[in-house]
């Protein structure tokens, strides 16, 4: 179990804005910064970074925390695995104390698939570099392939012996079970017999953003037409394909740097790369690009250069994905190399300033390159030219900004000679005949009744629940504003002589947690809601002790369901910050012009709720002949009802 000291320091050292700043292009908005939701698929930023608070609100998924639940939502680590990146990344020396059976126990089986995955590259590593096999067969091919000891240590290339079952022995030797070693695919299971997957194999690791090993590549060095070229792990509950890309836990902060990703086909297209010096490049490991691989590409810059080898077919199915990285909005350019080369064999062959000139001279607007590619096939034929044509409208029809789309138009227009009042009814029928496809999906899908959901016209809105609104509202004051000093009118209820009740005002200087505090306890209001009063008296109880109350510090020491709860509520404070309001002349009223005015609101409303409350209460005592039962009823009733009347008056003086 790692020590408290440890995470302490974890704590005091980790800068939110840093950590998501890995993950997220971050960009400044007043104090804070802001990007693009990682949770989910969107183009307006809605995902907020509060460096002063520590602390990280998505708007659009309503996840939010501090920098550990970032890391726990985003990579799905445990608790312990967040801190122990933490500390890897700050240079943190983790203190551990000693663990009982039942904590060991608690490890749950997605890291349980971690660690053997973990162990399994350490293993083909040790192989690859200390047993005769390994040095033999595959050190001997990575280095024909041009690749220094120094790249394949740094992308941890290794080498699974040609044995049924030597790794797998092995790893249940040293304690691992075989139960995970098969659900990872590290293991092939049959009846009685088990037996290593990559057997005679050179081992490329698949990597997460965060640089956990998820799966693995492996390529067959012999010639048996049997067996795949290349085998990737199986879909497993921490490895799936279509979600992953090979190099990005090495290329993400060079794609952010230089606001570009180079995309390839293979794992030694991407080493190759880095070895020549082009670091801001993945693969998409040899399987057909998905939108999951563009969306994590789209999370750290927007422009991607597609980089094919010069094969015609693969070149035609490739612009496949060209349509899908358009439709998530993105900017796209394509670079072809010469007859005979691919990335992997260019880069080798050549110098960095060599590759990066070829890059930049050869890297083509899609639409040109679409245009000479689909037009040198066509040649003199005017039905394959109007194909050609139709085509290339097809993919600006996926380009979701209508500038662009009107762009590519008219260089569409100028490229082919034609008319770009034919190429924009062509876009308007394409798009029009979508619609109508969407439209009759919809109406084919069955009634959502019979799904189990309610539409949303026939759904009875539910009811504001009006006291956890004004005790989420107390906790609010509190967390923002409850060390400051404010001037508080309080209207003091008299008697006259006549028996009217007035207001004799009268005004304190006093911070806001004491108001709060004393005016709750005075009318001995508790809170109902359980998180919102242990809350409460937390954060009561800081206040008391410190002179300002540290909302970072706060929110690392709580539970993870209420440091999210009060981040929530901190991050509302920060919501008009994603809309820059300011720059279209719109300035918004902020909070803090009005603090005892919220304060003094919230506290008459949360007592005026509770009066009515106790009036309805009240009003369903039993009745009998007309009367109550209980003769003091109608009298507390109107007691009540005198109170509430009061209150309302009062409140109305407030606003």
């Known amino acids: 179990m790692i020590s408290k000291t440890t995470i302490d320091n974890v704590f005091e050292t980790a800068r939110v804005e840093e950590v998501i700043g890995d993950f997220v292009q971050l960009k400044k908005a007043g104090s804070n910064f802001k990007g693009l939701s990682p949770f989910t698929d969107e183009r307006t930023p809605s995902f907020m970074v509060s460096p002063v608070k520590q602390i990280w609100k998505d708007f659009s998924s309503g996840k939010g925390g501090n920098v550990v639940a970032f890391l726990m939502e985003h990579e799905h680590f445990t608790y312990p695995e967040a801190i122990r990146y933490l500390a890897k990344k700050y240079g943190i020396e983790i203190e551990e104390t000693e663990q009982t059976d039942e904590q060991k126990q608690l490890a749950n089986e997605r890291e349980s698939l971690y660690l053997v995955s973990e162990y399994a590259r350490d293993y083909f590593v040790n192989t690859l570099f200390k047993s005769e096999e390994g040095k033999a067969i595959g050190l001997t091919y990575f280095k024909e392939r041009g690749f220094t000891e120094e790249t394949i240590r740094k992308f941890e290339l290794g080498y699974s012996p040609n044995e049924w079952s030597a790794f797998t022995d092995k790893a249940i030797k040293d304690g691992y079970k075989l139960e995970f070693l098969e659900k990872t695919g590290l293991t092939i299971v049959k009846e009685e017999k088990q037996f290593d997957r990559f057997k005679g194999r050179v081992m490329f690791p698949i990597k997460s953003m965060s640089g956990r090993v998820l799966g693995f590549g492996g390529r067959i060095l012999t010639n048996d037409k049997k067996a795949a070229k290349y085998l990737n792990s199986p879909e497993s509950d921490i490895y799936h394909k279509s979600k992953v890309l090979y190099g990005i836990f090495r290329a993400k902060q060079a794609i952010a740097k230089e606001d570009n990703c180079f995309l390839v086909e293979g794992y030694t297209d991407v080493i190759q790369f880095h070895q020549t010096g082009i ?146 009814n062509t876009l308007a029928q394409i798009l029009q005949k979508e619609r109508r496809e969407a439209g009759r999906k919809k109406q084919q899908q069955p009634p959502l009744e019979t799904m189990g959901v309610v539409t949303a016209e026939r759904q009875t809105p539910s009811k504001v629940d009006v006291q956890f609104e004004l005790e989420r509202k107390i906790i609010e004051l509190l967390l923002l504003y409850g060390n400051v000093e404010e001037e508080f009118e309080d209207l003091i209820l008299e008697t006259n002589e006549s028996g009217e009740i007035t207001f004799v005002p009268e005004k304190n200087q006093t911070r806001v947690f004491e108001k709060i505090f004393l005016d709750l306890q005075d009318d001995e209001i508790e809170f109902m809601n359980e998180d919102f009063r242990e809350l409460y008296y937390e954060i009561i109880e800081k206040l008391n002790q410190q002179q300002d109350l540290k909302i970072d510090l706060l929110v690392n020491q709580l539970q993870p369901e209420k440091a999210e709860a009060v981040t929530h509520i901190l991050m509302e404070e920060e919501k008009y910050n994603l809309h820059d309001w300011e720059r279209k002349d719109i300035y918004v009223k902020e909070k803090k012009h009005t603090i005892s005015q919220m304060v003094s609101e919230t506290i008459l409303n949360l007592r005026r709720h509770l009066v009515t409350s106790k009036i309805e209460e009240l009003s369903k005592s039993p009745v009998k002949d007309g009367e109550y039962e209980d003769k003091s009823v109608m009298e507390n009733i109107s007691d009540y009802t005198i109170l509430r009347d009061v209150l309302s008056a009062k409140l109305r003086r407030v606003l």
Do not use: H, W
């Open 279 to 424: 670091e801001n490049v993945v693969s998409s490991s040899g399987t057909a690009l998905t939108p999951e691989q563009i969306r994590l590409i789209n999370r750290l810059t927007k422009n991607i250069t597609v980089l094919f080898d010069s094969d015609p077919a693969g070149l035609r199915a490739s612009l496949r994905g060209v349509d899908l990285i358009l439709e998530q909005g993105m900017n796209v350019k394509i670079c072809t190399f010469p007859d005979g080369e691919d990335p992997d064999s260019f880069a080798r062959a050549n110098t960095l300033d060599t590759l990066n000139s070829y890059l930049e001279e050869n890297a083509t607007d899609f639409i040109n390159f679409k245009a000479s590619l689909l037009a040198s096939e066509a040649k003199d034929d005017p039905l394959k030219k109007a194909e050609t044509i139709r085509d290339m409208v097809v993919s600006i029809s996926k380009i979701p900004d209508l500038i662009k789309q009107e762009v590519y138009i008219k260089e569409c227009a100028r490229i082919m000679d034609i008319s770009e009042e034919v190429l924009f």
